[in-house]
């Protein structure tokens, strides 16, 4: 099946530093999703994209379509503790609809 | 407006036992998605339905594990005869639209004894 390469797989950083991780995939995806999940909890849509290229924000991420709609990243700037998490990487396929996840990014910051 | 709600939150059945799981999607979403995520593990698809019907369920076993979305009431999840592999967090998603952006809810946690 539709498979989707998330890197890094953990990170470990000092609070205030900046955060960017990456999604690539062998096909091409249509749409782009940044999830979020906190320990115990579902995951929370951070950002969502449409079009290659499209560079979208919300307060301190920021997220980018490649333009060869087979890749995207996402950015978090001045790292707080409440970033912990999981970050996913999602998105429908060109050839299909249903939603593929990326394995994840455990984000661990240290105060 | 509140969001994507599932219950139980937790659930424990001993093997062989049957788990009942149920979504109630966000208001004015009429696509219902399910879920299943190991520890450690992404989030795999399982099963979408839109009201009364099943529209894709090529991500669920075919034995055992049913799906439903009633005209009225939620959207149920039931796993007959579980089996300790059965032991996952189970998630629901809803969206407005087919494919489109999906919300999620808390999860179930189902543990087989």
């Known amino acids: 099946g539709q498979q989707l390469n998330q890197s890094p797989q953990s990170m470990f950083i000092q609070e205030g530093e900046d955060v960017s991780m990456n999604c690539t995939s062998s096909?091409?995806?249509?749409?782009w999703l940044w999830y979020k999940q906190d320990p115990g909890e579902g995951p929370v849509l951070l950002i969502a994209?449409?079009?290659?290229?499209e560079l979208t924000s919300n307060g301190r991420l920021t997220a980018q379509f490649g333009i060869t709609r087979k890749d995207s990243f996402l950015n978090i700037s001045a790292s707080i503790p409440s970033d912990v998490g999981i970050y996913f990487c999602?998105?429908?396929?060109?050839?299909?609809?249903?939603?593929?996840f990326g394995g994840g990014t455990r984000l661990m910051v240290k105060p | 407006n509140a969001g994507v709600m599932q219950n139980p939150r937790h659930l424990v059945r001993r093997r062989g036992q049957e788990a009942r799981l149920r979504c109630s999607p966000m208001?004015?979403?009429?696509?219902v998605y399910w879920y299943r995520q190991l520890p450690e593990e992404g989030l795999k698809f399982m099963v979408y339905?839109?009201?009364?019907?099943?529209?894709?369920e090529s991500g669920m076993p075919k034995e055992r594990f049913s799906a439903e979305f009633p005209k009225e009431g939620p959207s149920i999840l039931r796993i007959q005869q579980v089996v300790r592999g059965d032991s996952a967090a189970y998630f629901c998603?809803?969206?407005?639209?087919?494919?489109?952006?999906?919300?999620f809810g808390p999860g179930t946690r189902l543990t087989v004894l």
């Open positions: 096909s091409i995806f249509n749409t």
């Open positions: 999602a998105g429908p396929p060109w050839t299909g609809n249903m939603l593929t």
């Open positions: 994209l449409y079009k290659a290229g």
């Open positions: 998603a809803s969206s407005p639209r087919p494919y489109n952006e999906q919300f």
């Open positions: 339905l839109q009201k009364e019907n099943i529209i894709d």
């Open positions: 208001k004015g979403h009429s696509h």
